[in-house]
């Protein structure tokens, strides 16, 4: 069996008296679009901070590529390679689109102009941001340097995705990417989910979005009361089925493999 | 770089706008991919207006005599561009770049002190007054209108205590101090050394602002602190940075603001606050963060002396240069918030 590429086992994350996650137990897989289905206050949230990095659990332990890590923050996360991308996007919308996938890593010139002068390399940056966006197949951008909040929902998304397949090498974690889009640019972006993992990057999908989930997962995970009920098929199970175990109106399935 | 597996690109998806081109929504667009077209265009309407009405508005000497009264203004103007970029707001800068005079003053005729060692101390003083500011923003995460309104009274009350109320005269300091006021004559345009300093500070923020990561990260944290954090920005860090070289700059200002003055005065700057922010605001940067730029600013410095000079000129009373300069905050405000509309 193969190693997973991120794996979770047993986290616990409480907040006062109220308990997020219960042994929390994730794994996905090289190559895959694993689906991260549960109510409100299921824990998924939760989950995958702690995956990311954004909050670190009580217990627990994370392992990337079979190796133990511990993120303290999301720096830490990413250094590592793991690149989520936030339900509020994290963009600047001032800034324009290579400036915002460059955000926060920034490649300043060769020479004295970048070590003396810290003077940025536009040119460089500008050039490779429309190469990862061409990579993605979001080549009617004309305008690299275009601020992005001109920019459509789509797009900004579409912004945001590329900045996560540049850069992240292992694993990309996207909270509800559709979740403010229309039926189109829905569609378009999930697209561009199933070319990331086309590109050899596994996806974990958070979303409420019942059909787009069942269009793009491999497996679906489902979180309820603070812990993962089962793992399920868009293929072995219905949607009416998984939201069934989702509420708890039927007995979670044992997981697939 | 982690392009591993080389494939196909898929066919370019089609998310392209479509933009309604009526002549206001791209004046609209224009407007808001170059914010200081707008006051520039005031600026120049005003400077013909003014000319003609009044011959001696567009002279040498009267156009020297504007620069010399916005230098000052200028450079506290920029310090207050950096912070409101931030989305922060900075009242302590009138008492900032006051005290820091005194000190400098102090320094050097009560304490006979070098002219270099009063100049540097004073400027780490005003440094250190910026970067409490920042560390109150930061670490104890109040509001920057409270803190700097806290550090107002603050400098303010220590300013009257280290001068007892009394003004210090250029002519008893080191000519270091007041040499920010000295002309250099070019044409019949006289020049002052702190006007080129203002100029070359500008030159400076603009290239920091715009060709370094440091300016992206003040535009991205004034713009969304939170997505700037979630980006991996060390938004206190910057905000930091940014209050500590505003204090710098103010303290900066303290020295220009010396030779302007040929003395030391515990008495001036209570309008500093305000005119500081009209410069950044009538310069078209956003007290809402993340819009705007030291250029802007400049104009927007030049504007209100360009006002004030030709409104007197005009033979206007002061009261009512005041009332013109009002109107035309709100007017830029209100054309800031048009412009933020912009939406496709």
Same mark, same amino acid.
């Not at chain 1, 979180?223 to 993962?228: E, F, I, M, P, V």
């Given at each position: ?5 991120? %794996? ?18 994730? %794994? ?38 079979? %190796? ?190 | ?95 900032? /770049? ?29 440094? /250190? ?216």
């Amino acid at each position: 069996m193969t190693t997973p590429v991120l %794996e979770a086992r047993g986290l616990t994350k409480r907040y006062g008296r109220v308990t997020a996650i219960e042994s929390g137990d994730l %794994e996905l897989y090289p190559g895959e679009i694993l689906a991260v289905i549960g109510d409100n206050g299921a824990g998924k949230s939760s989950l995958i901070k702690a995956l990311s990095g954004a909050v670190v659990p009580d217990s627990g332990e994370i392992y990337l590529d079979g %190796e133990r890590v511990n993120f303290r923050n999301p720096m830490d996360a990413r250094a590592a390679g793991i690149e989520t991308v936030y339900q509020t996007l994290a963009v600047a919308p001032g800034l324009d689109i290579a400036d915002n996938l460059f955000l926060g890593r920034e490649e300043r010139k060769p020479g004295v102009l970048g070590s003396v002068f810290r003077m940025l390399d536009k040119a460089h940056m500008r050039t490779e941001a429309k190469r990862h966006m061409n990579e993605l197949g979001v080549a009617t951008l004309q305008n690299i340097g275009q601020a992005v909040e001109s920019l459509s929902g789509g797009q900004r998304q579409a912004v945001a995705v590329a900045r996560s397949a540049a850069f992240g090498s292992k694993v990309v974690i996207l909270d509800e990417p559709t979740a403010a889009l229309g039926v189109k640019e829905g569609n378009r972006v999930l697209q561009l989910i199933r070319d990331v993992r086309d590109r050899g990057l596994p996806v974990i999908l958070i979303s409420h979005n019942m059909p787009h989930v069942f269009e793009v997962a491999d497996r679906i995970h489902i979180q309820r009361l603070g812990r993962r009920a089962t793992v399920i098929t868009p293929q072995s199970h219905s949607m009416s089925e998984a939201v069934a175990i989702m509420t708890g109106a039927a007995e979670p399935p044992p997981p697939v493999a | 770089m982690s392009t591993t597996a080389v494939k196909e690109p898929s066919p370019p998806q089609d998310f392209d706008v479509r933009r309604n081109d009526s002549l206001g929504l791209r004046l609209q667009h224009l407007l808001h991919g170059n914010p200081t077209l707008g006051p520039l265009a005031v600026l120049i309407v005003a400077i013909i207006a003014f000319s003609v009405a009044n011959q001696r508005f567009f002279s040498a000497p009267n156009l020297s005599l504007v620069l010399a009264q916005v230098t000052v203004i200028a450079v506290l103007a920029l310090g207050q561009t950096l912070i409101i970029l931030t989305a922060g707001i900075d009242l302590s800068v009138g008492a900032v /770049a006051v005290f820091s005079s005194i000190l400098m003053a102090s320094f050097a005729t009560k304490l006979g002190m070098p002219g270099l060692l009063a100049l540097l101390l004073g400027l780490v003083v005003g440094t /250190a007054m910026g970067a409490l500011n920042g560390f109150l923003v930061t670490r104890i995460k109040l509001p920057p209108f409270i803190v700097t309104l806290g550090t107002l009274s603050i400098f303010f009350s220590l300013n009257s205590v280290v001068s007892g109320s009394e003004t210090i005269r250029g002519s008893d300091m080191p000519g270091l101090l007041s040499w920010t006021g000295t002309t250099i004559p070019i044409g019949g345009f006289r020049l002052t050394y702190g006007s080129i300093i203002m100029l070359l500070l500008f030159a400076v923020f603009f290239y920091a602002l715009g060709s370094t990561a440091w300016g992206k990260h003040v535009y991205a944290t004034g713009d969304d602190i939170e997505s700037a954090r979630l980006a991996g920005i060390r938004t206190n860090r910057v905000l930091f940075s940014v209050y500590t070289v505003a204090g710098l700059l103010y303290a900066v200002g303290a020295w220009i603001l010396i030779g302007r003055l040929a003395s030391a005065s515990p008495n001036v700057g209570v309008d500093y606050n305000l005119d500081s922010i009209t410069a950044v605001v009538l310069g078209g940067t956003s007290l809402f963060g993340g819009r705007g730029g030291v250029l802007g600013t400049l104009i927007g410095a030049l504007i209100v002396g360009v006002f004030r000079n030709g409104l007197q000129l005009a033979g206007v009373e002061v009261v009512w240069q005041g009332f013109a300069i009002g109107l035309l905050v709100l007017v830029a405000v209100s054309l800031d918030q048009w412009i933020r509309k912009v939406k496709t």
